[in-house]
Structures are given as structure tokens and as C-alpha cells.
């Protein structure tokens, strides 16, 4: 399958929400990244559900929620009836993790599971069959703009390993730092939803650069 573009609302001018959003319904993205941070699992307070609902109205691409929060699982059908068609818990984040992923399922939304960089992909071996996607931390979440952990490049080609030898669907998705300079060594190594943030929202021409995003692999990016 062709590889998804997830721009990260976190990098958007929020002075210009509503443009900013017209940008998106206009380019090739695929989702809408939107990143919940609850200042105790990162050192960062970000956004939930008002503006979860405010973006839902004017976004016609699916929402891609990240929960960076503790306990998330008090919080799943909430953000799914205020409009994430996935949501992602961090395995750190999750002491019944099985539980919480079929919690979101039930829910109607896709199932996420994240890893910090530290943590590595073999913690995900009992699981690897019961989630859509798997959300590597190419950052240390909690900030954007970022620089990029390049260790994540084989730790991807790991869990996509992991993912073959199961035989299992889930999709692997980076998310931090991520941009024209790494997008293809990522999805080389089996990434299929690239999260970028300052890559795009403060680009010159962002539906330029999605578009060149979403380019990579095909026959038309080498001319």
C-alpha cells in the first residue's frame, strides 16, 4: 500500500486555525495528526476534546489522535465521540495495555500503540496482533521541533520484522523530526505513516512539501 502523510496539528499557527485547516483539506495529507499531551506523562500540557471537536468540523480528513497522558483509558470514548478515528496509548503508559487496546477497538476508532525511543520493540511481541498501528517516537515526546533520533531507522526494520514474522496487518508510524531529509530511509525500513509537523506547517509551501512526501517511492519522485 502507499504510504500515509500525517501532518502534526501541533506545529500549526493557531493564530490561523481555520487557514490552516483549508491547507490541509486541500493537500494530498492522508490524516490529521493531533497530539494530546497532559503535562505529567511529558512536560507539556498541549490540547483535548473542545479543540478535538472545533477541528473535527473543519477537517475532512481522519484524526489521528496521540494520547501522551496517564491513564488513558479513562479518556478513549471521549476523544472517539469527539471525533479521532485512531487513537494511540503509549505502552508506558498502559499497565493492562491487551485491555486498553480492545477498549479503543470497541470504541469504533483504529488501535495505536507508542513506544518512547528508549523503550525497545520487543515489549510489543504479545500484542503484535491485536493493533492497527504501532507509533515509534522518533523524539522524546513532549515537544516539536525536535531533532530527529536516527536509531529509530533500524528499530523500525525490527518491528516491521516482528510484524512480517506474525504475519499481522498493523502499520508502523514515525512521528518526531520527520521530514524530506529522513522520509525515505524511514519508509525503506518499513514505516507506512509518516508524522510531520514543523516539516510542514512552517514550511514555504506546505502542500508542496506533502506533496513531495507523498511522492517518495514512486516512479515520478526519481524524474
Known amino acids: 500500500m502507499s504510504h500515509l502523510i500525517a501532518p502534526s ?4 499557527d493557531f493564530n490561523n486555525l481555520a487557514k490552516e ?4 483539506n486541500q493537500s494530498e495529507a492522508d490524516w490529521l495528526h493531533f497530539d494530546v499531551m497532559d503535562g505529567r506523562f511529558v512536560p507539556n500540557i498541549s490540547f ?9 468540523k473543519s477537517c475532512n480528513r481522519p484524526i489521528d489522535v496521540h494520547l501522551m497522558i496517564v491513564e488513558p483509558e479513562k479518556y478513549i470514548e471521549l476523544f472517539r465521540e469527539a471525533g479521532a478515528d485512531v487513537i494511540t496509548v503509549h505502552y508506558e503508559a498502559c499497565p493492562h495495555l491487551h485491555r486498553t487496546i480492545h477498549q ?5 476508532a483504529k488501535a495505536g500503540v507508542a513506544l518512547n525511543p528508549h523503550t525497545p520493540v520487543s515489549v510489543l511481541e504479545n500484542v503484535i496482533e491485536e493493533a492497527d498501528l504501532f507509533l515509534l517516537m522518533s523524539v522524546n515526546p513532549g515537544f516539536g521541533g525536535q ?3 536516527y536509531n529509530t531507522i533500524p528499530k523500525t526494520r525490527q518491528l516491521f520484522d516482528m510484524i ?6 498493523a502499520l508502523i508510524e514515525i512521528d518526531g523530526g ?4 529522513n522520509a525515505e530511509a524511514l519508509l525503506k525500513a518499513g514505516a507506512r505513516v509518516l508524522v510531520s509537523g514543523s516539516a510542514v506547517f512552517k514550511a514555504d509551501d506546505p502542500l508542496d512539501t506533502i506533496k513531495r512526501m507523498k511522492k517518495i517511492g514512486r516512479k515520478e519522485y526519481l524524474v
Open 164 to 169: 512480517t514474522v506474525k504475519n499481522a496487518k
Open 178 to 181: 520527520v521530514g524530506l531529509q
Open 104 to 108: 479503543i477497538k470497541e470504541s469504533g
Open 9 to 12: 496539528l501541533l506545529a500549526a
Open 21 to 24: 485547516m483549508d491547507m490541509i
Open 147 to 149: 531533532k530527529f533520533i
Open 48 to 56: 483535548g476534546i473542545p479543540l478535538l471537536k472545533a477541528v473535527k
